[in-house]
């Protein structure tokens, strides 16, 4: 077993030398390097690893952890491909419940503060980096800087798989349509043999661990559950424009593809492109309102209003491609999202 008094002693000075401010990656690093200088790591890099990791992040007055609880970390862990043991993350993982049972009380049989506060750290860091995607790769300034700590917060209860609406009980099949009811991203579903925490955190977060944002697996994160009920950001089919010349779709009044040689003010199809993320009327920085259209069945233009009501003779004619309904029918009406221009944007609105 580590040497569980000589490993405290250090993990003090360590803390005295960079402050409480220091991020937990940070304070543990120097704390390992400060071990390695004492030559108290020991002979096996990972459970000296880990046994830094419990003194740094398991309850500080709780005394030593108790040798069953070290010894089912280790169990727990020991199949672990070698490149796949990081005693950071597993530890921070083991202290917030996953791979044992938890009691509902202090001490190394419960959730350990550390270990559950550097938890909500990483999700802070994957939660920033996201918001930080999203204004760089779609122009989406979604999420205010001081709201990061509270989301972060909010989206490590869901991962610890614990409630306090006082209402939610897990087990409803995600039928209750409370926020905290996403029992997909619980960190005991974690496989730490595929995917390291950090990865894990930023699939829950938006939906992919891959350094972009991609519309269906964004709508799947916890970041959009946040932000979709307020209406700060849908997942939606949206209308865009189809040239006429070279088939790319744009938004806007022209084809910028390279090459193409489209005349400006030139007639486009329009097609619907789904999982989009847009920010709707009449949010701040809203450009899109809901439309209806009708549905080629030949080429898939969408074109008219779809309101049946207003229906002309020749109304129901695709301008594309000439296609009609058989008669009597009505051409085919869907629901899409259409970017409006700033003068209609400037008469909408906008919220207090």
Not at 14 to 30: K, M
Not at 130 to 149: A, F, I, N, S
Not at 163 to 190: N, S, V
């Amino acid at each position: 077993m580590p040497a569980w008094d000589k490993l405290e002693t250090v993990r003090r000075r360590s803390a005295r030398r960079i402050g409480p401010q220091t991020s937990w990656h940070r304070r543990y690093v120097e704390y390992v390097e400060r071990l390695a200088e004492a030559e108290l790591t020991g002979p096996d890099g990972f459970a000296g690893g880990a046994a830094a990791a419990f003194t740094l992040f398991g309850p500080p007055t709780a005394g030593r952890p108790p040798e069953e609880i070290f010894e089912a970390f280790l169990a727990a862990t020991a199949e672990l491909p070698e490149n796949r043991r990081n005693p950071f993350d597993l530890v921070i993982a083991f202290g917030s419940g996953w791979g044992r049972t938890v009691v509902p009380a202090a001490g190394w049989e419960g959730r350990w503060e550390g270990a559950v506060l550097a938890l909500v750290e990483q999700v802070r860091f994957a939660a920033s980096a996201t918001d930080e995607l999203l204004k760089g790769q779609l122009g989406l300034d979604l999420v205010e800087h001081d709201e990061l700590p509270s989301l972060a917060a909010g989206f490590a209860v869901s991962l610890l798989g614990r409630c306090d609406c006082a209402h939610h009980r897990r087990g409803c099949g995600g039928q209750c349509g409370r926020g905290c009811c996403f029992e997909d991203h619980e960190l005991g579903r974690w496989d730490p043999a595929r995917v390291p925490l950090r990865a894990f955190v930023d699939q829950a977060v938006r939906g992919t661990a891959q350094r972009r944002v991609l519309g269906a697996a964004f709508a799947e994160g916890l970041l959009y559950r946040a932000l979709e009920p307020e209406g700060r950001v849908l997942c939606r089919v949206v209308e865009v424009s189809q040239c006429n010349t070279c088939g790319a779709t744009f938004e806007g009044p022209r084809c910028h593809s390279p090459g193409c040689d489209a005349a400006a003010g030139a007639a486009h199809g329009r097609v619907a492109r789904r999982n989009r993320l847009i920010v709707p009327l009449p949010q701040p920085g809203g450009a899109y309102v809901e439309a209806q259209r009708w549905e080629c069945r030949s080429c898939k233009n969408l074109y008219g209003h779809g309101r049946p009501a207003s229906l002309r003779e020749g109304d129901a004619r695709c301008p594309r491609c000439g296609w009609e309904p058989p008669a009597g029918r009505r051409p085919h009406s869907v629901s899409v999202w259409q970017r409006v221009g700033a003068d209609e944007r400037r008469g909408v609105p906008q919220p207090l």
